[in-house]
Nanobody
Framework: QVQLEESGGGLAQAGGSLRLSCAQRTSDIYTMGWFRQAPGKDREFVAA????????VYGASVKGRFTINRYSDKRTVYLRMDSLKPEDTAVYYCAVGPFYVSELSDIRSYDYWGQGTQVTVSS
């Protein structure tokens, strides 16, 4: 069982920035990613970083505005969210998968999930 600790959600104005973090203590080679879910909508892929960081993928709606990266301990990832829009409002979930994931945007690629952190962007 992999325990995930998310932090950093909150309230921001449109055009502003927030940073989310997700920490796990199990392995430094997991694939780690972020998904989000707005009320009444399906869970949506946001960004992911595979294994030791050889590949990053972003969802179309956040590409160019969000950045995913690992801290030096390799077991914590952060999601830097810039140029926020009201439509970015959602609960953001951290997810962990195996070292090699062929389809990073597929929710089924991930085995463990965080409890979610709320991000609210006001216009």
């Amino acid at each position: 069982q992999v325990q995930l600790e998310e932090s950093g959600g909150g309230l921001a104005q449109a055009g502003g920035s927030l940073r989310l973090s997700c920490a796990q203590r199990t392995s430094d080679i997991y694939t780690m990613g972020w998904f989000r879910q707005a009320p009444g909508k399906d869970r949506e892929f946001v960004a992911a970083l595979r294994g030791r960081g050889d590949r990053r993928v972003y969802g179309a709606s956040v590409k160019g505005r969000f950045t995913i990266n690992r801290y030096s301990d390799k077991r914590t990832v952060y999601l830097r969210m810039d140029s926020l829009k009201p439509e970015d409002t959602a609960v953001y979930y951290c997810a962990v998968g195996p070292f090699y994931v062929s389809e990073l945007s597929d929710i089924r690629s991930y085995d463990y999930w965080g409890q979610g952190t709320q991000v609210t962007v006001s216009s």
